[in-house]
């Protein structure tokens, strides 16, 4: 069965500082895996996604992360934070089911990115 | 042009009434979904949809009935509202191997 565990429901950092945002999932095949993120009262933007291709995945707004297998990983960076990242962040993966012949998404629980000046 | 739609963005109403939240995709997919997120900001699947056939049921209570006109839409009805329906309703569609989310429906049973 998939699933992701979003490693810190808080990260509070400083302006200018780096980003860092973990989360570790589990698959029996090779997964599709997404972060997107959710400013206050607002819909989900998908900041990118991975779906076995480059390990290294740029998405939106200065974000990467990088698809680690050995450590089945999937950490979201950024360099740099502005205040406007300021939201929460959800790591998904992708769950196919092979018996239903349907697609359908899980979600981590969340981190809640705090930015300071 | 906005991808994913729903209408309305804030209900309001009294247990025991029935509502009925929209969901209008225009990016031509086949796959539409119904997720809630509730107030701890979790998300779960509820209901999918595809080309107008109901593919996914996460044991949600039958209070809760989605239907799909065309596979342009994906509405979702409920009856007989309880406290605990209280929670932000998205509706998503899928392209490949990404879904796009609508804007959100926050309602509030009091």
């Known amino acids: 069965a998939q699933s992701v565990t979003q490693l810190d429901s808080h990260v509070s950092v400083s302006e200018g500082t780096p980003v860092l945002l973990r989360c570790n999932y589990s698959?029996?095949?090779?997964?599709?895996l997404f972060w997107y993120v959710q400013h206050p009262n607002k819909g989900l933007q998908l900041l990118l996604k991975?779906?076995?291709?480059?390990?290294l995945v740029k998405g939106i707004n200065g974000f990467e992360a990088e698809f680690k297998k050995s450590e089945t990983s999937f950490h979201l960076t950024k360099p740099s934070a502005h205040m406007s990242d300021a939201a929460e962040y959800f790591c998904?993966?992708?769950?196919?089911?092979?018996?239903?012949?349907?697609?359908?998404?899980?979600f981590g629980a969340g981190t809640r990115l705090a930015v300071h000046p | 042009d906005t991808a994913v739609s729903q209408t309305p963005k804030y209900l309001v109403t009294q247990m025991g009434n029935d509502k009925s939240i929209k969901c209008e995709q225009n990016?031509?997919?086949?796959?539409m979904y119904w997720y809630k997120q509730d107030s701890k900001k979790f998300l779960k699947i509820m209901f999918s949809?595809?080309?107008?056939?109901?593919?996914i049921n996460e044991t949600v209570p039958n209070r809760f009935s989605p239907k799909s006109p065309d596979k342009a839409h994906l509405n979702l009805h409920i009856n007989s509202l309880e406290l605990g329906d209280s929670a932000v309703y998205f509706c998503?569609?899928?392209?490949?191997?990404?879904?796009?989310f609508g804007p959100g429906t926050r309602l509030l049973v009091l």
């Open positions: 998503a569609s899928r392209g490949g191997e990404t879904q796009y």
């Open positions: 698959s029996s095949y090779s997964p599709s």
């Open positions: 991975y779906t076995s291709a480059a390990t």
């Open positions: 998904v993966v992708s769950a196919y089911s092979f018996s239903g012949g349907y697609n359908k998404l899980i």
């Open positions: 990016l031509g997919h086949d796959t």
């Open positions: 949809y595809n080309n107008k056939e109901l593919i």
